[in-house]
């Protein structure tokens, strides 16, 4: 009998080791997993976010987001305190800074931005619902595309008015050329002038050659506030090898109606290399007409190209489609 209770009391003390062991290893193994899975959620709060996209009204700082064509998205939203369809080209801080006047909730963006960036802003205009955005792609031309996006039929939408807007940096020169494709939405808003007399002069280069030309074309002009944004369509006459100029800049209109763009491209009036073109000028005639005159940036480069001229335009209605 005293065997089988000693024998007894070893096989319990067996027991227990082996339970202890378990529960040991129970333990650890718990602790483990409870330290992996911390270290994944950390890594996943940390991974990178540049291809989400940012939809803020309210927009204190400059986000970086990449959209394909060198685009990046700066802010974009459902409700701007610009509440009719307007695209603004800004190439400086002080017409950015006119933009910002109209809405105050838009990024704030300093003078450095504008060295190697131009902005492209589309308001799209009140809505009825919500489920509408704004979309600015790149097309397969180069020309900067600005489309309103509609919700899908069926589709449930806020039952709330908007005012969708979508902010983007074009990765360049000031001194490049924007070419917009606009939808009908921003077309609509848009006044056609027609030159009626035009010139232009380019020199320059190793030899000192030059041209001169007449200009034609149309320029097309949306203003909202203080602010019009000239879409520029202008080519040569005369040449055997046209020339042409395809731009969007904006600018402040003061009250008497004078203009003035800082910045804008020359697109092939003036061969390469050139430091782009600037433009002062006026709408008179109650806004039937526009004089412009250009002249020519100033570019640090040897046998350079510059170029000088003047357009006068008439208001002739609405912009046709192309």
């Not at 997993?33 to 989400?52: G, K």
């Not at 809405?103 to 492209?120: T, Y």
């Not at 520029?232 to 203009?259: C, E, H, N, P, Y």
């Not at 480069?301 to 003047?310: E, F, I, L, Q």
């Amino acid at each position: 009998m005293l065997m089988n209770t000693k024998r007894k009391n070893r096989n319990e003390s067996a027991k227990r080791r082996s339970f202890c062991l378990l529960l040991a290893l129970t333990l650890l193994a718990y602790a483990s997993v409870q330290c992996l899975t911390i270290a994944e959620a950390s890594a996943a709060r940390t991974l990178p976010t540049s291809n989400s996209i940012e939809h803020a009204v309210n927009t204190p700082g400059v986000h970086q987001n990449y959209q394909p064509g060198d685009i990046k998205v700066l802010a974009e939203g459902f409700h701007s305190k610009i509440t009719k369809p307007f695209v603004a080209v800004v190439r400086d801080a002080e017409t950015y800074a006119a933009l910002l006047k109209l809405d105050e909730n838009l990024p704030k963006l300093d003078a450095d931005f504008f060295k190697e960036k131009v902005v492209v802003a589309a308001f799209l205009g009140e809505r009825n619902t919500g489920g509408y955005a704004v979309e600015i792609t790149r097309e397969g031309s180069g020309q900067i595309h600005v489309a309103e996006k509609k919700p899908g039929k069926g589709v449930m939408v806020p039952q709330m008015i908007t005012s969708p807007f979508k902010i983007v940096a074009l990765e360049g020169s000031p001194s490049s050329t924007v070419a917009l494709s606009l939808d009908d939405t921003w077309r609509q808003r848009t006044q056609s002038y027609r030159t009626i007399n035009g010139t232009f002069t380019y020199s320059g280069g190793f030899a000192g050659v030059g041209e001169t030309f007449e200009l034609k074309g149309r320029v097309l002009v949306m203003r909202e506030g203080t602010l019009a944004t000239l879409n520029f369509d202008l080519f040569s006459s005369g040449l055997r090898q046209m020339r042409s100029l395809t731009d969007s800049a904006t600018t402040v209109v003061a009250k008497d109606g004078r203009i003035a763009i800082g910045r804008m491209g020359a697109g092939s009036l003036v061969p390469p290399p050139n430091g782009g073109q600037q433009a002062r000028g006026m709408f008179s005639d109650e806004g039937k007409k526009l004089l412009l005159e250009f002249s020519p940036r100033a570019i640090n480069v040897a046998d350079s190209y510059g170029g000088r001229g003047s357009i006068e335009a008439e208001l002739s209605g609405a912009a046709d489609k192309p």
